[in-house]
């Protein structure tokens, strides 16, 4: 049973639109959220993280928002750009030591 | 510069073989990981571990082992290697802190079993 879930496997936006990716999760005693951002061939690399102690957190063109009461997440890219074409994989950690990924969304930024 | 390294970007094997994937990490960082990475999927966690000598198993552990007899070193094992374990490997590692829970993932090893 997936218990973080990306449920939008695709996602394809405008350069200098918003990019909205969303995140939904079931297990309560996640309480930190990270967003990773993947290109092929390559490793994730971290993007932005949220504390369940917050609903926003912002950093330059990258927000995530967290509803706790949903259970929900999204990461908001404004602009977007031909290099954010990526996939996008939500993170949760609930205390035990490893994090518990989404199945991840292919972003593409058309110019 | 933080830096977590897997021994190769790309392995073809053949079924059956004894498949040795090596990751090393220079934070000192207490947690090492692997993952596998399949379309649609996700990253899948395999084992884990947490300190020297230490391991988990995470959720698809089933036809691996792993061994951790140094701190910096998380290598991840095959014993048999089968077709349907054709995927990419991902190896990350953490700092144990309650604030540090991010990982930093290597680059990453496309394997492919023939």
């Known amino acids: 049973d997936q218990q973080v879930k990306q449920n939008s496997p695709s996602l394809s936006v405008q350069e200098g639109r918003i990019s909205i990716l969303n995140c939904d999760y079931t297990n309560s005693m996640f309480d930190y959220f990270l967003w990773y951002k993947k290109y092929p061939a390559e490793g994730p690399t971290f993007l932005i993280s949220i504390s369940s102690i917050k609903d926003k957190n912002e950093d330059g063109r990258f927000t995530v928002f967290l509803n706790k009461s949903a259970k929900h997440l999204s990461l908001h890219i404004v602009p977007s750009q031909p290099g954010d074409s990526a996939v996008y994989f939500c993170a949760a950690f609930g205390g035990a030591r490893q994090l518990t990924f989404g199945s991840g969304t292919q972003l593409t930024v058309l110019p | 510069d933080v830096k977590v390294t897997q021994s190769s970007r790309y392995l073809v094997k053949r079924t059956g073989e004894k498949v040795f994937l090596e990751c090393v990490q220079d934070?000192?960082?207490?947690?090492m990981f692997w993952y596998r990475q399949d379309p649609g999927l996700g990253l899948r966690l395999i084992y884990f571990?947490?300190?020297?000598?230490?391991?988990e198993k995470g959720d698809i552990p089933e036809g691996y082992s792993v061994s951790r007899e140094k701190k910096e070193r998380f290598s991840l094992i095959l014993e048999s290697a089968s077709t349907n374990q054709t995927s990419m490997y991902l190896c990350a590692s953490s700092s144990q802190g309650a604030s540090d829970t991010e990982a930093f993932f290597g680059q990453g090893t496309r394997l492919t079993v023939v």
């Open positions: 571990s947490y300190d020297v000598k230490m391991k």
């Open positions: 934070m000192d960082h207490e947690n």
